[in-house]
């Protein structure tokens, strides 16, 4: 079985710009989770979403939102982007009430 | 809030040998679990051990384990018969249950470097 994939694994941008990154769960997973690394730290929780419904936001400004579709796929968008936006974002999934979550290999975003 | 603690920026050990990793946290929680997470140049976040704190008895996952103190707040991840595939960041990971999903907090990780 497919693990958590996500696209694209590298991403240049400019200021300014917005991203939309992707993630795909394990299959049977309903719930996905988006988390930022930043260099050098640890994950970030940015949303979690559930049966296509926000069930969780981390600390971070309106330019983030997220959205899951009926296949349980989900994107991560962000507007307005900005220098300290660069971080590598981790989809993770599981299984609803599951403590394990499972992790995709990131999106590494580098803005400029 | 919760905190999660890693006061050892970067660790190495000989292949063979056993090395241990710190955690300490900081919480008002009662329930709430425990995981150490693997993060190789692959970049993906792989599970590596996970304690419930109700459980009294430490996590064991084969040459993985853990020293899981409730009083102290503390977790760290003692590491067996290291290998060359046990080098990649360490991060240790708080969870507790926050409304109708759970949070989870992460340390600022441990580079571990197994030298052959």
């Known amino acids: 079985d497919a693990g958590v994939t996500q696209s694209p694994t590298h991403l240049i941008k400019t200021r300014g710009q917005h991203v939309t990154l992707r993630c795909s769960p394990i299959s049977g997973h309903k719930s996905v989770s988006w988390y930022q690394q930043v260099l050098g730290q640890g994950p970030q929780f940015i949303f979690q979403?559930?049966?296509?419904?926000?069930?969780g936001r981390g600390n971070f400004p309106d330019r983030f939102s997220a959205r899951q579709f009926p296949n349980y796929s989900s994107e991560l968008n962000v507007n307005a982007l900005l220098l300290g936006d660069s971080a590598l974002y981790l989809c993770a999934s599981s299984l609803e009430g599951a403590l394990n979550l499972f992790f995709g290999s990131g999106t590494q975003l580098s803005v400029l | 809030a919760q905190t999660v603690t890693q006061s050892q920026p970067e660790m190495s050990v000989q292949e063979a040998e056993t090395v241990t990793l710190s955690c300490t946290y900081d919480t008002s929680e009662n329930n709430y679990y425990l995981f150490w997470y693997k993060q190789p140049p692959s970049r993906q976040m792989i599970l590596v051990i996970r304690?419930?704190?109700?459980k009294q008895q430490n996590a064991t996952e084969n040459r993985f384990s853990v020293n899981f103190q409730k009083a102290a707040k503390s977790f760290s991840l003692k590491i067996s018969d290291s290998q060359l595939g046990d080098t990649a960041m360490y991060f240790c990971?708080?969870?507790?249950?926050?409304?109708?999903?759970?949070?989870?907090?992460w340390g600022l990780g441990t580079s571990l470097a197994v030298n052959p």
């Open positions: 304690q419930e704190a109700y």
């Open positions: 979403y559930y049966e296509k419904e926000e069930r």
């Open positions: 990971a708080f969870m507790y249950n926050a409304g109708n999903n759970r949070k989870l907090i």
